[in-house]
T-cell receptor, first 110, second 114 residues
């Protein structure tokens, strides 16, 4: 199973950009990179995903390294509502066994 | 627009009791997953299924059983509940598409074993 590693925690100020890194050095060539976030006392929710190219949506941007061994989730202007645990993951490989790392706890200061 | 529905939301069990956590999805997804999340920790995969009639163990399957008789339902059974199974349980589903495979999670089931 491919594994991901993320920093345990990060801190940001409101209205500032946040770059959340993820290493996925054993990801296979066909696995997508996913990001999810979990607000307190809620289930995880989808944020963004990509394969090779950088991706943008209304929530965030995803920058994927050329060798695909790492990626960065970018929140362009952090808000207090973005305070959450952020998880990166791959697609689960050929057997679709989807696992998550410990995630990064993002704290946003007013 | 129900998505993934889990029941019950909260449950207190006594040691040695058994129970089933129900999970239903209305999106016709083939892939379904059960995770547990201990306080302050990440998600640990218990069991998963790639389609009706097919299940497989995840990272922490001991003490649990699953079945997948229909595409919609993926119940998780706890036999002989133990305090170590006190946790929040999340069910999830997804369908592979050409552009990726978004995962949808239920709201969670809080289980306490005393």
């Amino acid at each position: 199973d491919a594994k991901t590693t993320q920093p345990n925690s990060m801190e940001s100020n409101e209205e500032e950009p946040v770059h959340l890194p993820c290493n996925h050095s054993t990801i296979s060539g066909t696995d997508y990179i996913h990001w999810y976030r979990q607000l307190p006392s809620q289930g995880p929710e989808y944020v963004i995903h990509g394969l090779t190219s950088n991706v943008n949506n209304r929530m965030a941007s995803l920058a994927i390294a050329e060798d695909r061994k790492s990626s960065t989730l970018i929140l362009h202007r952090a808000t207090l509502r973005d305070a959450a645990v952020y998880y990166c993951s791959d697609s689960g490989g050929s057997n679709y066994k989807l696992t998550f790392g410990k995630g990064t706890l993002l704290t946003v200061n007013p | 627009n129900a998505g993934v529905t889990q029941t019950p939301k909260f449950r207190i069990l006594k040691i040695g009791q058994s129970m089933t956590l129900q999970c239903t999805q209305d999106m016709n997804h083939n892939y379904m997953y059960w995770y547990r999340q201990d306080p302050g920790m990440g998600l640990k995969l218990i069991y998963y299924s790639v389609g009706a009639g097919i299940t497989d163990k995840g990272e922490v399957p001991n003490g649990y059983n699953v079945s997948r008789s229909t595409t919609e339902d993926f119940p998780l059974r706890l036999e002989l509940a133990a305090p170590s199974q006190t946790s929040v349980y999340f069910c999830a589903s997804r369908q592979l598409t050409g552009s990726g495979n978004t995962i949808y999670f239920g709201e969670g089931s809080w289980l306490t074993v005393v």
